[in-house]
Protein backbone atom coordinates (compact mmCIF):
# COMPACT_ATOMS: atom_id res chain seq x y z
CA UNK A 1 0.00 0.00 0.00
CA UNK A 2 0.80 3.66 -0.29
CA UNK A 3 0.66 4.20 -3.48
CA UNK A 4 -3.00 5.94 -2.76
CA UNK A 5 -3.57 8.08 -0.34
CA UNK A 6 -7.06 9.12 1.50
CA UNK A 7 -7.74 12.25 3.08
CA UNK A 8 -10.32 14.59 4.07
CA UNK A 9 -12.58 11.97 6.45
CA UNK A 10 -13.51 13.04 9.67
CA UNK A 11 -16.59 13.82 12.41
CA UNK A 12 -19.41 15.02 11.13
CA UNK A 13 -23.45 15.51 12.20
CA UNK A 14 -26.28 14.06 9.76
CA UNK A 15 -26.95 16.52 6.94
CA UNK A 16 -23.76 17.48 6.87
CA UNK A 17 -20.96 17.21 3.83
CA UNK A 18 -17.46 15.84 3.56
CA UNK A 19 -15.25 16.25 0.56
CA UNK A 20 -12.72 12.67 0.19
CA UNK A 21 -9.84 12.76 -1.60
CA UNK A 22 -7.60 10.28 -3.18
CA UNK A 23 -3.89 11.34 -4.58
CA UNK A 24 -1.83 8.78 -5.86
CA UNK A 25 2.26 8.69 -7.00
CA UNK A 26 4.36 6.97 -9.04
CA UNK A 27 1.68 5.29 -10.74
CA UNK A 28 -0.09 5.89 -14.78
CA UNK A 29 -3.00 7.32 -12.75
CA UNK A 30 -5.17 8.38 -15.61
CA UNK A 31 -4.69 4.47 -17.18
CA UNK A 32 -7.06 3.42 -14.64
CA UNK A 33 -10.73 3.20 -13.02
CA UNK A 34 -10.96 4.83 -9.76
CA UNK A 35 -13.50 3.82 -7.13
CA UNK A 36 -14.42 4.44 -3.30
CA UNK A 37 -15.52 1.19 -0.77
CA UNK A 38 -16.77 1.88 2.49
CA UNK A 39 -16.18 -0.83 5.71
CA UNK A 40 -17.96 -0.25 8.67
CA UNK A 41 -17.36 -2.52 11.71
CA UNK A 42 -18.77 -5.50 12.35
CA UNK A 43 -19.54 -4.97 7.91
CA UNK A 44 -17.71 -6.47 4.84
CA UNK A 45 -15.79 -4.20 2.54
CA UNK A 46 -18.56 -2.78 0.52
CA UNK A 47 -18.78 -0.79 -3.10
CA UNK A 48 -19.40 2.95 -2.98
CA UNK A 49 -18.48 4.77 -6.44
CA UNK A 50 -16.41 3.73 -9.67
CA UNK A 51 -15.27 6.32 -11.93
CA UNK A 52 -14.01 5.53 -15.80
CA UNK A 53 -10.34 6.19 -16.51
CA UNK A 54 -11.34 9.74 -18.81
CA UNK A 55 -14.36 10.18 -16.19
CA UNK A 56 -17.46 10.60 -17.35
CA UNK A 57 -19.52 7.33 -17.03
CA UNK A 58 -19.95 6.53 -13.00
CA UNK A 59 -21.43 3.75 -10.80
CA UNK A 60 -22.70 4.04 -7.53
CA UNK A 61 -24.02 2.17 -5.00
CA UNK A 62 -28.03 2.41 -4.03
CA UNK A 63 -27.48 3.55 -0.59
CA UNK A 64 -25.32 6.63 -1.84
CA UNK A 65 -26.81 7.69 -5.18
CA UNK A 66 -28.12 11.04 -5.04
CA UNK A 67 -25.78 12.06 -2.55
CA UNK A 68 -22.49 10.98 -3.17
CA UNK A 69 -20.56 12.68 -6.43
CA UNK A 70 -17.35 10.89 -7.84
CA UNK A 71 -15.16 12.57 -9.93
CA UNK A 72 -11.41 13.11 -10.92
CA UNK A 73 -8.71 15.28 -12.12
CA UNK A 74 -5.79 13.47 -14.04
CA UNK A 75 -4.18 16.61 -13.99
CA UNK A 76 -3.42 16.25 -10.37
CA UNK A 77 -3.79 12.50 -9.78
CA UNK A 78 -6.53 12.35 -7.86
CA UNK A 79 -9.59 11.20 -7.15
CA UNK A 80 -12.99 12.80 -4.92
CA UNK A 81 -15.75 11.24 -3.13
CA UNK A 82 -18.21 14.29 -2.82
CA UNK A 83 -20.74 13.30 0.06
CA UNK A 84 -23.87 15.26 0.81
CA UNK A 85 -26.70 14.84 2.80
CA UNK A 86 -24.54 12.45 5.20
CA UNK A 87 -26.52 10.06 7.64
CA UNK A 88 -25.31 7.88 10.71
CA UNK A 89 -25.58 4.84 8.26
CA UNK A 90 -22.65 6.17 6.11
CA UNK A 91 -20.17 5.81 9.33
CA UNK A 92 -17.02 3.77 8.08
CA UNK A 93 -13.75 3.47 7.06
CA UNK A 94 -13.53 4.94 3.23
CA UNK A 95 -10.78 3.44 1.08
CA UNK A 96 -10.21 4.18 -2.58
CA UNK A 97 -9.46 1.59 -4.96
CA UNK A 98 -7.73 1.48 -8.49
CA UNK A 99 -8.37 -1.09 -11.47
CA UNK A 100 -9.20 -1.99 -14.75
CA UNK A 101 -13.04 -0.95 -14.86
CA UNK A 102 -16.05 -0.31 -12.60
CA UNK A 103 -16.26 -3.25 -10.66
CA UNK A 104 -18.76 -3.34 -7.59
CA UNK A 105 -16.63 -6.80 -6.42
CA UNK A 106 -13.39 -5.80 -3.98
CA UNK A 107 -11.50 -8.33 -5.14
CA UNK A 108 -11.77 -7.21 -8.79
CA UNK A 109 -9.73 -3.74 -8.47
CA UNK A 110 -5.97 -4.12 -8.04
CA UNK A 111 -4.53 -1.54 -5.47
CA UNK A 112 -5.75 -0.14 -2.57
CA UNK A 113 -5.10 3.11 -0.17
CA UNK A 114 -5.05 2.77 3.75
CA UNK A 115 -8.24 4.12 4.24
CA UNK A 116 -9.96 7.59 6.04
CA UNK A 117 -12.36 7.57 8.87
CA UNK A 118 -16.00 9.09 8.01
CA UNK A 119 -18.27 9.11 11.31
CA UNK A 120 -20.93 10.98 11.22
CA UNK A 121 -23.37 11.63 14.07
CA UNK A 122 -27.35 11.87 14.38
Known sequence: QGQLVESGGGLAQAGDSLRLSCAASGRAFSSYAMGWFRQAPGKEREFVAAIRRSGGIT????????????????????????????????????????????????????????????????
Open 59 to 122: LYADSVKARFTISRDNAKNTVYLQMNSLKPEDTAVYYCAAGAGLYMNYEQWDAWGQGTQVTVSS
